[in-house]
């Protein structure tokens, strides 16, 4: 497989062509921001742990009959992936009350649950990516009814499998971000990336933070803690 030209940079990713018109190559950063941008750093070594560990979440999910864009581990920050057009929603599942719904509502973090939630914001860094619900989304023309019952299956079936796979590992999975895409002949698949940039995964037993939001609220401990949670999950594997 041949890497061709960059089509993209992202925030945290660079995306390039192949010599397959299916296939895309992306490059994972340690570059991180947060806030829409406003806020701009590095994590020394996070774009090797967010590659491998989205990699392997994403071949369990596999494993579980849920279809991803994965198909090849290049390098330490490398990997071969289906080219999708991406849904411009980003979906996030909850468990625990965290992060802007403890803000936009008002109630403290950590609140648990009975039954987790799901819900849409448009993807769209000018806008700020606003929250949106599914007959806004339908208006928008950004899915159709079913892509968006489809999305929402997948997206609490892997909120259930990974729930168990970090519970395993000692980590409690508060709530994550996941986007997906359509294959050329409409399949939805999942997209993007699982790690503890998109992810908030709390240490079971002290409640310490184990993600991105050690970046965002400069608690201290980034490296430290993106390594952590990798190693869970490579004891994991080796247990
Ligand atoms: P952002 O665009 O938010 O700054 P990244 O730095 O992670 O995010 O850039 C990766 C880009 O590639 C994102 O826009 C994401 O939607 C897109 N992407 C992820 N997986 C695929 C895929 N399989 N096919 C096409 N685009 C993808
Ligand atoms: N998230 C993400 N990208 C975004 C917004 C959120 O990966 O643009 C993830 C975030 O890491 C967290 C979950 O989605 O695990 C819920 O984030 P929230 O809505 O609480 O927003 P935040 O306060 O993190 O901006």
Request: glycine share 8%.
């Amino acid at each position: 497989m041949e890497k061709l030209e960059q089509l993209y940079e992202g925030k945290a990713k660079k995306v390039y062509r192949t010599d397959s018109p299916d296939l895309l190559i992306v490059d994972y950063k340690d570059d991180a921001t947060a806030f829409n941008g406003l806020k701009k750093g590095t994590i020394g070594g996070k774009g090797v742990i967010n590659n491998q560990m989205s990699n392997r979440l994403m071949q369990i999910l596999e494993q579980h009959g849920v279809p991803t864009h994965f198909v090849k581990e290049l390098s330490q920050r490398e990997t071969l992936v289906r080219k999708v057009r991406i849904v411009p929603l980003e979906v996030i599942v909850r468990n625990i009350s965290a992060g802007s719904f403890s803000k936009r509502y008002g109630v403290e973090e950590g609140m648990v649950f009975d039954a987790p939630t799901v819900e849409f914001s448009y993807k769209n860094d000018e806008l700020g990516d606003p929250l949106l619900n599914t007959d806004h989304a339908l208006a928008l023309k950004l899915a159709t009814a079913e892509e968006i019952d489809t999305i929402r299956n997948y997206a609490l079936q892997i909120n259930e499998i990974l729930k168990q796979f970090w519970l395993e590992c000692g980590v409690t999975l508060v709530d994550f971000k996941l986007e997906f895409g359509r294959m050329d002949d409409g399949t939805i698949i999942l997209a993007d990336e699982i790690s503890p940039d998109t992810s908030r995964l709390w240490d079971i037993k002290t409640g310490e933070k184990l993600d991105k939001d050690r970046f965002r609220r400069d608690l201290g401990g980034v490296e430290e803690a993106y390594e952590e949670i990798m190693k869970r999950l490579v004891d994991h594997e080796t247990k």
